[in-house]
């Protein structure tokens, strides 16, 4: 796909957007068009502030050990889930995946801490192999009630998703809850929720990227090694980290961003394809490379398992911040 084409795609991202009033997350897509100077501004609207549970809807087929990757990612969130790997390219331990999501702190005092709640399997794909925005909205309304609840469905590498590949990678957004009394925190009758697409089939030089050499663009030599051996599911934890930030510090549309509030430049997607200091288009930065495996990661989370995480705009610095620094 020639590289001239690029900003078409963002402009059907920002119309996908649009019509959703979502967060959409197209990282490489992002990374190679230049942005202006990152600098996140405070609507004043709700944010999503407390103890809440991320529920996770499974929609196709994974196995028990892609589960693990993404339910992993989630417990390692929170401080008891951090953890500490040796065998890195420099012998030191990598800062844990919980140090990473303490910076939405910074956006709010009170910024919701994660935890992993229920999941649910949806193998008999009960709403068909190919799924619309409205699709994915009644997807996650299954996973109430909301109160305190961030809903999260992942779908499996043979799903469709309208957009997915083409403009996006996964999307956050908000939808009625059944009753007020579901609502989240002040969420006024609405809840926060995610979907997430795993890349491994239909675009992991697109939504997996840096663990596959994209279609066009600026090349790296060979792509990273993922931590988890598993692109797919490697590449859908950088989208959910992304999603997860953005619907914490602008769940409503109204929190932080930049840009238009239809297609907002968010927490993590206002610093994408940044992945470790001296990060250039089609280079993700410094990275820690496991000396047995060649896996490339930049945190750790429980039980010593590793990801590589997105770098996030910082409120305190107004840069863009890696785990790594």
């Known amino acids: 796909m020639p590289h001239s084409l690029v900003p078409f795609l963002l402009l059907l991202a920002a119309a996908a957007a649009a019509a959703t009033g979502a967060g959409a997350a197209t990282p490489r897509q992002l990374f190679l068009v230049s942005q202006p100077p990152v600098t996140l501004t405070n609507h ?182 993922s931590p988890n051996a598993d692109v797919g599911m490697d590449g859908a934890v950088i989208t959910l980290a992304t999603l997860l930030a953005g619907a914490v510090t602008n769940p409503y549309g109204g929190g932080f961003f930049q840009g238009p509030a239809e297609a907002p430049l968010e927490a993590v997607s206002a610093c994408a394809g940044v992945f470790g200091a001296g990060a250039y288009p089609g280079y993700p930065g410094q990275m820690r490379v496991d000396a047995a495996t060649g896996a490339s990661y930049n945190a750790v989370g429980v039980a010593g398992r590793r990801f590589l995480l997105p770098a996030m705009w910082d409120p305190a610095t107004a840069q863009c911040s890696t785990p790594l620094v």
């Open 44 to 225: 004043h609207g709700q944010l999503l502030t407390g103890n809440y549970s991320v529920n996770l809807l499974w929609y196709g087929r994974f196995t028990p050990a892609q589960r693990a990757v993404v339910a992993d990612f989630i417990l390692s969130l929170s401080p008891s889930g951090s953890g500490t790997a040796s065998g890195s390219a420099s012998g030191s331990a990598a800062p844990s995946v919980a140090a990473w999501w303490a910076t939405t702190a910074r956006y709010h005092p009170g910024a919701a801490r994660l935890s992993l709640g229920r999941q649910v399997l949806d193998t008999s794909l009960s709403l068909g192999r190919r799924l619309s925005e409205s699709s994915l909205a009644s997807l996650a309304s299954r996973l109430g009630p909301h109160r305190s609840t961030v809903a999260v469905v992942v779908t499996a590498p043979d799903v469709l998703v309208d957009g997915f590949c083409l403009s996006r990678c996964g999307l956050h957004a908000s939808a009625s809850t059944p009753s007020p009394a579901s609502s989240g925190h002040g969420g006024r009758g609405r809840f926060a929720y995610a979907w997430v697409g795993n890349p491994a089939e239909q675009c992991p030089g697109e939504c997996a990227w840096p663990f596959h050499q994209p279609p066009y663009g600026p090349q790296q030599p060979a792509p990273l090694v």
